[in-house]
């Protein structure tokens, strides 16, 4: 089967300060990941900036779907505000999104209230994967982990890094499937 990769741009801002992603096949989550690493390396290859655009996070959710993650433009959550303007998302097909967002410095703990705010009623099978730049400092990732595990101690499973000179994810091999 094939999938179209298509991006939706609301403003001219260009490329944006920070990014998540919403994985919407809990099962696809290793695939979802290599393409989303292999499109952000691609990205920063092309940008000529000496370090990668930060992700924030992944969301799993297969409850949020594309286009609702894709409407994030023009409906945000007011816990989204706070995150800065939703400027661009690329889907794969029905697997991943990657929305793109520019303004507020990222904030992890904004993030997750406001991906909370547009999920489902139902949270029994989402989770929220932060993603740490590679140069950040133990304290710091160690810091914002309690923040997310006191906001939403059921949803936030363990970090995974993304190399700040390449934009690649680093996973984990128990993230495999």
């Excluded at 260009?14 to 990205?43: K, N, Q, T």
């Excluded at 799993?60 to 303007?85: C, M, S």
């Excluded at 999104?97 to 410095?105: D, H, I, K, N, R």
Aim: proline share 7%.
């Amino acid at each position: 089967m094939k999938h179209s990769l298509h991006a939706v741009e609301k403003t001219e801002h260009g490329r944006a300060g920070s990014m998540f992603a919403v994985v919407h096949d809990p099962g696809s989550l290793w695939r979802a990941c290599r393409e989303i690493s292999d499109f952000l390396a691609l990205r920063h290859r092309r940008s000529g900036d000496p370090f990668c655009e930060p992700l924030m996070g992944v969301w799993i959710d297969p409850d949020t779907t594309p286009q609702a993650t894709a409407r994030l433009h023009e409906e945000a959550p007011p816990a989204f505000g706070r995150l800065g303007v939703m400027t661009q998302s690329i889907s794969l097909g029905a697997i991943w999104t990657l929305c793109c967002q520019m303004g507020a410095p990222a904030c992890r703990v904004s993030l997750i209230d406001g991906l909370i705010e547009v999920s489902s009623s139902n949270l029994a099978a989402a989770r929220f994967v932060p993603v740490f730049r590679s140069d950040l400092s133990s304290a710091q990732i160690d810091l914002e982990m309690r923040q997310l595990h006191q906001r939403a101690p059921d949803l936030v499973a363990s970090p995974v890094y993304q190399d700040r000179d390449t934009g690649r994810i680093v996973l984990p091999a128990d993230y495999a499937s």
